[in-house]
């Protein structure tokens, strides 16, 4: 290739929309590809095309506006709670040894049942309400939250903590001053783990509990062999959480630990 | 005045693998006036350090006691600044704030903060960086910056933590050169713990000499070389070169004792 393609290359590359959408573009071809040449039988494999006329399809009749604003209103409760018991109690946890002693047992133990093995449960508790998805998603947001917040705790170095109490810091103002933003980059590491695990813990159980939602689409699809809402289903999945991570995680953390020098800055922005 | 006093500090610690008994500090005095630069100097592992995280407050001596400006020394505070080796600067903090945070700590207003920051940065030559990140900065520059974020707040003594140890041999030479000027400008009382003899000579007004573990002090050397210091001058004087050996054979010697005697 001669040098001035490479130019045009490299300019082409630095563009948002290109970085962003590049990537997919072989494989959706792959799978455009997959569908033409019929490799799977069309009732069980469809191509792009379809799942696009699924898509307007679905939009005309306001199918997937709904059940989209359900997800996300569920997401958007289970997040909120989740945050404000998860935050406050990683932090307490991380700050005081009595209540680490008190509560790592039962962490490490209510860790290991798994969102899911609680819809039953739940389900007896609340019936096929919205309270049972959100108790769901609150509960897997949780437990990575704190446990991230305890860690990261740990990890902001005592030098920073020794040169803040002999240039004259309280305690309150140690942990506002060092600790908080020290602890910072396990907290954005905690909080996008929580919120995967949550997202998907929100699909799990709109499956199971299912009244509406893109779980519920996906699922309720199935049932009457609609391939291409399935797949439209995964579609709109991965780039509503590719929307959550770009509007709100990545500015956040490109504002804050990655301007601190906490982490390295990603190549691929 | 004294502005530091040191008597009798011994520390004894508990090996956590082995459970045995190790005496770090055997018997430890020295005073220190105010305006003097004293270094302590030892064979490494002898403690040194021990002592100086005693004197800031982060670790509590097992028997003695340690006078700052006459009060008794319980718990680290901003009467003791510290320059750590790995600078310890605040990530999430500017070079601004954190010059400031002492003073801020402290209830000192906006503008008298900004108007003593803007004076320390001069000093240490960092005007013009108040809004970058320490991660910005050149190692020399962020220690700068550590030894200004600390005279900032006008402590009793800056204690200084073997600060130049992790810098480049040129970049350390011209710190140690700035550290001079700046203590021959602002005549601050420095504790400075090293053990490079070159670098204690080069900076001190006295140099304890430390033995090795447990540690008692072995002499204390005047340093009677004339301010202000620079390499190119002081650095070939007869007497720094006599300074440096003298200092050099009392710790080989020490070393030597040692050898022959493992007990």
């Known amino acids: ?269 | 005045m004294t502005a530091l006093q040191i008597d009798h500090l011994h520390k004894t610690y508990v090996d956590g693998y082995s459970g045995d008994e190790v005496v770090a500090i055997g018997d430890v005095s020295f005073a220190v006036a105010e305006g003097e630069f004293v270094s302590v100097l030892g064979p490494s592992g002898c403690g040194k350090t021990t002592v100086l995280n005693i004197v800031a407050g982060f670790v509590e001596q097992t028997a003695g006691t340690v006078t700052v400006a006459g009060k008794p020394v319980t718990g680290p505070g901003p009467d003791r600044g510290v320059v750590f080796q790995n600078h310890a600067l605040f990530p999430w903090k500017t070079v601004l704030g954190n010059v400031t945070f002492g003073l801020r700590m402290r209830g000192v207003p906006k503008a008298e903060r900004e108007a003593t920051a803007a004076e320390y940065l001069r000093l240490v030559g960092l005007t013009g960086f108040e809004h970058r990140y320490p991660h910005e900065l050149s190692g020399g520059m962020q220690q700068r910056l550590g030894v200004a974020r600390v005279l900032a707040n006008e402590p009793a003594v800056m204690l200084m933590d073997e600060p130049f140890a992790s810098i480049d041999a040129q970049t350390r030479r011209r710190l140690q050169e700035d550290l001079t000027r700046i203590f021959q400008e602002r005549r601050p009382t420095v504790f400075f713990v090293t053990h490079d003899v070159d670098e204690a000579v080069f900076l001190s007004d006295r140099v304890v000499v430390l033995t090795g573990r447990p540690s008692t002090v072995q002499e204390i050397v005047e340093v009677d070389l004339p301010r202000p210091r620079a390499w190119r001058t002081t650095g070939e004087l007869p007497r720094f070169r006599a300074l440096c050996n003298r200092i050099t054979d009392l710790l080989v010697g020490d070393e030597a004792d040692a050898v022959a005697d493992p007990a």
């Open chain 1, 1 to 269: 290739m001669t040098t001035g393609g490479t130019a045009v290359w490299r300019q082409l590359a630095r563009r948002p929309a290109v970085r962003t959408l590049g990537p997919f573009v072989p494989v959706v071809a792959l799978w455009w590809a997959l569908a033409a040449l019929e490799v799977f039988p069309p009732a069980f494999f469809v191509g792009p095309d379809v799942v696009l006329a699924e898509l307007a399809g679905l939009l005309e009749r306001g199918i997937l506006p709904g059940y989209l604003s359900d997800s996300l209103t569920r997401l958007w409760y289970g997040v909120l709670f989740g945050l404000l018991i998860g935050l406050p109690l990683g932090f307490l946890i991380g700050m005081s040894p009595l209540a680490r002693r008190l509560t790592w047992p039962l962490l490490l133990f209510f860790q290991a049942v798994a969102d899911i093995a609680w819809l039953p449960i739940v389900i007896v508790w609340f019936g096929f309400s919205l309270t049972a998805v959100t108790f769901v998603i609150v509960y897997t947001i949780v437990f990575p939250l704190v446990l991230s917040i305890v860690a990261g705790i740990e990890q902001v170095p005592q030098e920073l903590v020794r040169a803040a109490r002999s240039l004259g810091a309280s305690r309150l103002r140690i942990f506002v001053e060092v600790i908080l933003p020290g602890a910072l980059p396990s907290v954005a590491s905690g909080v996008r783990t929580g919120l995967g695990y949550g997202w998907r813990a929100l699909v799990a159980a709109e499956i199971i509990v299912g009244t509406s939602g893109i779980g519920f689409m996906m699922f309720d699809a199935r049932r009457v062999g609609d391939v291409a809402e399935v797949f439209l289903g995964m579609i709109v999945l991965g780039i509503l959480w590719y929307a959550l991570d770009a509007l709100f995680l990545a500015p956040f953390e490109r504002a804050t630990v990655e301007r601190w020098g906490l982490v390295r800055q990603e190549a691929a922005r």
